[in-house]
């Protein structure tokens, strides 16, 4: 069964540390990777995606994303978190061409302290 | 500016009653989605449509309903026959020529139970 496995409810780091959340998946055939981020009662954000490629993936707001095929990874990251990335975010992936289902993991939520 | 209208923001439901949710979109996006958000389960897929007039189920579509009849348009119903109605519903949208896009969202209706 395809799933994708985001192992920390939470993640906390203090402003300007870097941050990592983490995603894993397991899929049959070649997956499209996404990152997108939720505010309170806002719908999901695009933030990036990996189709192929480089394996090191930039988005939106200085995130950015390494795609890890051994480790059927892809981990978010970025180099100095600000409080305004305190959020909730989701990996998600969709498989191969013609595929309509995303599957979308359970969720991280980051909080970024002053 | 292009995106996707869900309404109403907030909803209640009566025991016994079914209701409606608007998702309305201007991207000219021939494929939509409808999702359940519950707290610490992600995203799970209701129904979704390819095309007008066309529409399969998702993981947990019993106690809903859906109709395609404009491309813009793609309203949930939530049937009596839904036990557990009370969520965060999420519309989204995206192209149909290439599944590497990612999807577009609405900012969502919260349902709960008077």
């Known amino acids: 069964a395809q799933s994708v496995a985001q192992p920390e409810d939470q993640v906390n780091v203090a402003e300007g540390n870097p941050l990592t959340v983490k995603c894993t998946y397991s899929?049959?055939?070649?997956?499209?990777l996404f990152w997108y981020v939720q505010y309170p009662n806002r719908g999901l954000q695009f933030l990036l995606k990996?189709?192929?490629?480089?394996?090191l993936v930039k988005g939106s707001y200085g995130f950015e994303a390494e795609f890890n095929k051994s480790q059927t990874s892809f981990h978010l990251k970025k180099p100095s978190a600000l409080v305004s990335d305190s959020a909730l975010y989701f990996c998600?992936?969709?498989?191969?061409?013609?595929?309509?289902?995303?599957?979308f993991g359970a969720g991280t939520r980051l909080f970024v302290k002053a | 500016d292009g995106g996707i209208t869900q309404s109403p923001k907030y909803l209640f439901r009566k025991e016994g009653q079914n209701v409606t949710l608007s998702c309305e979109q201007n991207?000219?996006?021939?494929?939509m989605y409808w999702y359940r958000q519950d707290p610490g389960q992600g995203l799970r897929l209701i129904y979704y449509?390819?095309?007008?007039?066309?529409?399969q189920k998702g993981d947990i579509a019993e106690g809903y309903s859906v109709s395609r009849e404009k491309k813009e348009s793609f309203p949930l119903t939530v049937t009596s026959a839904q036990k557990n109605p009370t969520a965060f519903y999420l519309c989204?949208?995206?192209?149909?020529?290439?599944?590497?896009?990612?999807?577009?969202f609405g900012d969502g209706t919260r349902l709960s139970i008077l």
């Open positions: 989204a949208s995206s192209t149909t020529d290439s599944s590497n896009q990612p999807q577009h």
């Open positions: 899929v049959s055939g070649n997956p499209y």
């Open positions: 990996y189709i192929t490629g480089d394996n």
């Open positions: 998600a992936v969709r498989v191969g061409t013609g595929g309509f289902k995303t599957i």
């Open positions: 991207l000219n996006h021939d494929a």
């Open positions: 449509s390819q095309i007008v007039n066309d529409f």
